[in-house]
């Protein structure tokens, strides 16, 4: 249906799930695709006049719809553009790819994005959560968020700082929650910069080599690293139909992390000089991987829970074996979270933003 006086088309019961990595979920009342800032602001008046809620959709690789849908407007980002200035600096529209836009950093050879090559998605879905892999954090080369304000109706520009980015977190999936839509967003490169190798399985591969390796080399061993755990999204690669990472690792201070470690060994988890292993994200701050956690827990890979299962590949990813329902996703998390708890007293939180639930 198209909105009178607007150049805005409107699809009704629009099936959602195959706008998901995942594939999974009902229908949406009412899906638009903007691709055009007008047609955003069109959209939220379309949903404004009918009273009906409104979930701002990307590449669809981060959420879970529950089986019944989304009973209001689904806004499609759809803008396009991309732009690299001399210095580094490069902006792209929120409905870019975000690893095509990578591929094109690393073919102008600027560093700052290679470690975060494969991660699905759209620019806009990258500053909601932060995204991060193998060290990195796209909140450290952001350098501008250009986004529409629900609250005052404006365009609003907001630096790195205003998004205070955290592990998975920033603003815009905490505090301020709903509040903005990403419209475009500037990173600031490094041209000719020296790769990141922080992580010690990327490290590792480069050991041998008295040379610093590019960055397009450092984006090959990335997405092979991926690959090898299902972790880049391939149609023929069915431990690849998930959200990434179904847990956050949770992030402690030391005490806590001793009183995990001590729970473990209770039960028998841990041999006396066996530690958790943890990563140092912060002062006083350690990261524990919730992978080792549920696989101690006594889950292993491919374990399945009606038509959901957890990866052959990574033990971190919830995948939908065909036909799962949210339900039985919903169900394998719970079965987890529970039995983590048992085990080592600890809580895990999901990842992914769930919608219409
Ligand atoms: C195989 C696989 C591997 C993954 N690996 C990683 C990884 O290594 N690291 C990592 O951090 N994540 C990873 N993810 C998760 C996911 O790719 C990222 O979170 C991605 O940034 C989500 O972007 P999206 O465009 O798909 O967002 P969506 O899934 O569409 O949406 C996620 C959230 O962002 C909001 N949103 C999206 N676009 C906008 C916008 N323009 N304005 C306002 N809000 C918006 C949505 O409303 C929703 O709340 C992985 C997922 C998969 C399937």
Redesign the pocket.
């Given at each position: 249906m198209a909105e009178p006086g607007s150049s805005l088309a409107i699809e009704e019961n629009v099936a959602l799930a195959p706008f998901?990595?995942?594939g999974v979920g009902g229908p949406a009342r009412f899906l638009t695709r903007a691709r055009s800032e007008e047609h955003i602001l069109q959209s939220l008046l379309f949903a404004e006049k009918r009273g009906c809620p409104v979930?701002?959709?990307?590449?669809?690789?981060?959420?879970l719809i529950s089986d019944s849908g989304f009973p209001g407007l689904v806004v499609k980002?759809e803008l396009g553009g991309i732009r690299a200035a001399a210095d580094g600096r490069v902006s792209a529209a929120?409905?870019e790819d975000?690893d095509t836009l990578i591929r094109l950093c690393i073919d102008k050879n600027l560093a700052g994005l290679e470690c975060?090559s494969?991660?699905?998605?759209?620019v806009?879905?990258?500053p909601?959560?932060?995204?991060?892999?193998y060290g990195d954090e796209a909140g450290e080369v952001i350098s501008l968020v250009r986004?529409f304000d629900r609250r005052s109706n404006r365009i609003l520009e907001l630096g790195a700082s205003d998004c205070r980015f955290g592990y998975?977190s920033s603003i815009?999936?905490t505090e301020e929650?709903?509040r903005?839509?990403?419209?475009e967003v500037e990173f600031a490169l490094r041209p000719g910069g020296t790769p990141h190798l922080r992580y010690e399985e990327l490290r590792r591969r480069f050991a041998a080599r008295s040379s610093i390796p590019s960055v397009g080399e450092v984006r090959e061993a990335v997405l092979q690293i991926?690959r090898s755990k299902?972790?880049?999204?391939s149609e023929n690669d069915p431990d690849?139909r998930?959200?990434?990472?179904f847990f956050k690792n949770p992030v402690l201070d030391s005490d806590q992390a001793d009183r995990v470690e001590q729970a473990a060994r209770r039960r028998g988890l841990l041999r006396t000089s066996e530690r958790i292993p943890r990563f140092v994200i912060g002062p006083g701050k350690q990261k524990l991987p919730a992978a080792w956690l549920i696989e101690r827990a006594g889950f292993s890979k491919g374990y399945c829970c009606g038509r959901a299962a957890i990866s052959g590949k990574h033990a971190l990813?919830l995948i939908n074996r065909g036909g799962a329902s949210a339900e039985e996703i919903l169900t394998l998390m719970q079965r987890i979270q529970e039995r983590v708890r048992e085990t080592f007293e600890i809580d895990l939180r999901p990842?992914?933003?769930f919608?219409g639930f």
């Open positions: 998901t990595s995942i979930f701002v959709l990307g590449g669809g690789s981060n959420i980002v929120a409905g975000l975060l494969g991660i699905p998605g759209t806009g879905g990258a909601i959560q932060n995204v991060g892999a986004v998975r815009f999936n929650r709903e903005y839509i990403i419209l991926r299902a972790m880049v999204l690849s998930s959200v990434g990472s990813a990842e992914p933003v919608v």
